[in-house]
């Protein structure tokens, strides 16, 4: 079957944030559901690519790029922040059309980087690596508090 990917739009966020659901709870175990609030911006954001693979018109899989400048990198580095499916359809297909057109975008963004977590489950990081990624090693993060909350803890 053909799917088809095309940029988000803002009609689409209700759906993009119930596909999600399932994706980030077993993901991130208690973490928060993806914001609709924060979908709705990246829409419309030059410094992200929210794409969408349909099949009959049907939202069937969402993929999330950020950039961000690097002067390591020699310009900017995509991160596929988000990528889930439809359980009902062929995860693998539409994976990897997102996948390529998340690779054509950051590409189109003048990124020279795309980053992605590692993936635990041994099935997705092949996906990866059969599209050229590799170890670069561990991602390293902390928690940053906004706003007040930061001005709280210091």
Not at 13 to 32: F, M, Q, W
Not at 127 to 139: A, I, K, S, T
Request: charged content about 25%.
């Amino acid at each position: 079957m053909d799917y088809q990917v095309r940029a988000a739009r803002i009609t689409d966020i209700d759906r993009l944030v119930a596909l999600c659901a399932e994706a980030t709870s077993k993901a991130a175990g208690d973490a928060p559901l993806v914001a609709p609030d924060l979908l709705r911006q990246l829409v419309y954001l030059p410094q992200a690519s929210v794409l969408v693979a349909e099949s009959r018109r049907t939202v069937i899989g969402v993929a999330v790029l950020a950039l961000r400048p690097s002067v390591r990198a020699g310009g900017f580095v995509g991160t596929v922040d988000l990528l889930a499916s439809d359980p009902e359809h062929d995860v693998d297909a539409v994976v990897d059309v997102l996948i390529e057109e998340v690779l054509r975008s950051a590409k189109n963004k003048g990124c020279t980087t795309v980053e992605v977590a590692r993936p635990t489950d041994p099935a997705e990081r092949a996906r990866w690596e059969r599209r050229g990624f590799g170890d670069g090693g561990p991602l390293l993060s902390r928690p940053v508090a906004a706003g007040r909350a930061a001005a709280r803890t210091s």
